[in-house]
């Protein structure tokens, strides 16, 4: 059995989490029992939500207690005692920042990669990125022709998707994201109609000017600094799908909203969702995704970080922005 290298939190975080919280360990990986699989991962998924588990060493699988990162991953079959899965599979499935993963079957999928749905999709597009964009626009925001739809952290995974699938509904789509060569990316590359940088000190006069007579429809990823500015401009009975709050996750400080009071005199609302609600609804998303990958509909941007051991810079890196679209660890080819 190959040794698996871990990456972990060696320590609970102050008031930011750096790069010296984490460590990198050498596990001893048993043998497959029945029904497992050993697993060689090739791609890790960095996602924010994981942020406030770090911070605090808790989160819904025990193994956070012990400082070790509950993620997901992608990889290929080494070994199976579990039928359903042979040698050489593609998979995905939850991982811990290690090289190898020793799962139970039941807990992994077998994926289907092909000419245009490369390996690393099923962590984006054809994961719960894509499932969570696809499921914002269309069960909780309901997007139609001729709407004019907001989305912050417009760069990222989940908003690069739901701005493009709402374009394909006929909407009229602002990004929100920051600085100006990120705002170009999202138009010319992810096909917005525009994308405004709130990191300008102009954000709110530039958004007011973008949206026209207001906004039907808004996309939440970050929480108040954008939300807050966002109320303002919205139309009489506009919605608000919340998604997503990461200015929030590395702080427990209070969120306050200086525009509330426009919930009431607008007659908005505000749903927040969560993708582990909506798992009914992968085959139709993940079917439409695909679909669009493989046509070329979708424009896709991956920060793509090679090396285990980079990956608490990489995660850090995709909290403040310095990247686009989906973050990812890539690890060799090795099948050792
Ligand atoms: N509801 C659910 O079930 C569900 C499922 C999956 C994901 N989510 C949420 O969806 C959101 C998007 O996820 P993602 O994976 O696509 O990640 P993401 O949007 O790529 O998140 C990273 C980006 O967030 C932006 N950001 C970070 N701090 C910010 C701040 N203080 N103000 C403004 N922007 C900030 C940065 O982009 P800029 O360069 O633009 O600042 C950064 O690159 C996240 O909030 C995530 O937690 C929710």
């Not at 022709?145 to 909407?171: H, P, W």
Request: glycine share 12%; aromatic share 6%.
């Amino acid at each position: 059995m190959p040794d698996a290298t871990r990456v972990r939190l060696i320590r609970k975080p102050d008031e930011k989490l750096t790069e010296a919280d984490f460590g990198v360990e050498k596990i001893r990986l048993k043998t497959p029992s029945d029904a497992e699989v050993l697993v060689r991962v090739r791609y890790i998924s960095l996602d924010p939500y994981l942020a406030p588990m770090m911070r605090s060493w808790q989160g819904p699988d025990p193994a956070w207690e012990q400082g070790i990162i509950v993620g997901r991953m992608v990889g290929r079959v080494l070994e199976s005692r579990d039928p359903a899965f042979s040698r050489g599979d593609w998979v995905a499935g939850p991982g811990h920042w290690q090289s190898h993963e020793l799962c139970h079957g039941s807990n992994l999928r077998r994926i289907d990669v092909e000419e245009g749905v490369p390996a690393p999709a099923f962590l984006g597009v054809m994961g719960s990125s894509g499932l969570t964009a696809w499921v914002g626009i269309n069960r909780v925001l309901r997007v139609s022709a001729g709407e004019t739809l907001t989305i912050s952290s417009a760069a990222g995974i989940v908003g690069g998707i739901a701005g493009q699938l709402a374009k394909r509904l006929g909407a009229r789509v602002v990004g929100i994201a920051g600085g100006p060569a990120k705002c170009a990316s999202v138009v010319s590359e992810l096909g917005f109609d525009a994308c405004i940088d709130y990191r300008n000190p102009e954000f709110w006069s530039e958004l007011k000017k973008a949206v026209g007579p207001g906004i039907d429809a808004h996309y939440e990823n970050v929480g108040a600094p954008i939300l807050d500015p966002v109320l303002s401009l919205m139309r009489e009975r506009g919605r608000i799908a919340l998604c997503g709050l990461i200015a929030h996750y590395l702080d427990d400080e209070t969120i306050c909203l200086k525009n509330f009071r426009k919930l009431l005199t607008s007659g908005l609302s505000i749903q927040g969702f969560r993708v582990f609600d909506y798992q009914k609804e992968t085959d139709t998303a993940h079917g439409e995704l695909r679909a669009a990958l493989k046509s070329g509909d979708l424009a896709l941007r991956e920060t793509l970080t090679k090396g285990l051991e980079n990956a608490p810079r990489a995660y850090l890196d995709m909290l403040a922005g310095k990247g686009m679209g989906k973050y990812l660890i890539e690890l060799d080819d090795d099948p050792g």
